[in-house]
């Protein structure tokens, strides 16, 4: 079994419609981050979280939202999603002072 | 912002040839990363380097910090078609744990 899995792992939607995706690890890590990637942007930042209580945002949190449910889940919710959204979304977990990072498989949203 | 460029964007080679991946910023990071992504999947960390001006080895891949740590390169020798991905350098901020992406570089092997 995937230490890292993501849900759906694709998803079409319209404008305006409330979108989550959902991250869970068997890891056992605190540390859990969401990304996202754009052709010859790499991967960005949106938010993450040490720990249960912690939820910090990155470089482009707005029209996103989180939720660390436990420490083994971390959802990510579009509120409304828009065009300009359609992107791949990574999760990804990691612990330790070298802190590798452990990525989900992905989860391809297209918002038409 | 971004604060990671990666070049060349692009790389198609033969099978055999060598290359190297360059990984550049104006900003100072506290370790920096190399990831290989394939289609369909997640980024898998190669290597993480931390010291200035520090090399690693992976096989044939030769990982190098910048003795300022603002820069780091990624060497392959005889490429192979196995070594065909995406390359993304990471680097972490300030002694944190989040880490900002470089644009990445599509490497394309032939056989």
């Known amino acids: 079994d995937a230490d890292v899995t993501q849900t759906p792992r694709n998803r079409i939607t319209k404008t305006g419609k409330r979108i989550m995706l959902e991250c869970s690890q068997t890891?056992?890590?605190?540390?859990m981050y969401w990304y996202r990637q754009d052709p010859g942007l790499g991967l960005r930042l949106i938010y993450y979280?040490?720990?249960?209580?912690?939820?910090n945002k990155g470089e482009i949190s707005d029209g996103y939202s989180v939720s660390r449910q436990a420490q083994a889940k971390f959802s990510l919710s579009l509120e409304s999603a828009i065009p300009n959204q359609t992107a791949l979304y990574f999760c990804?977990?990691?612990?330790?002072?070298?802190?590798?990072?452990?990525f989900g498989p992905g989860t391809r949203l297209t918002v038409l | 912002t971004q604060l990671l460029e990666q070049s060349p964007q692009f790389l198609s080679i033969q099978e055999g040839e060598n290359l190297t991946v360059y990984c550049n910023s104006s900003?100072?990071?506290?370790?920096l990363q190399w990831y290989r992504q394939e289609p369909g999947e997640g980024p898998v960390l190669l290597v993480t380097v931390v010291t200035g001006g520090e090399v690693k080895k992976l096989k044939r891949l030769t990982f190098q910090f910048g003795d300022a740590r603002k820069d780091s390169s990624l060497h392959i020798t005889a490429a192979q078609p196995g070594d065909t991905g995406l390359y993304l350098c990471?680097?972490?901020?300030?002694?944190?744990?989040?880490?900002?992406f470089g644009t990445g570089t599509r490497l394309k092997v032939l056989a």
């Open positions: 900003s100072v990071f506290s370790s």
């Open positions: 990471a680097g972490a901020m300030g002694g944190t744990y989040k880490y900002i």
């Open positions: 890891k056992g890590h605190d540390r």
């Open positions: 979280s040490f720990d249960v209580k912690d939820i």
């Open positions: 990804a977990t990691s612990e330790g002072s070298l802190d590798t990072q452990y």
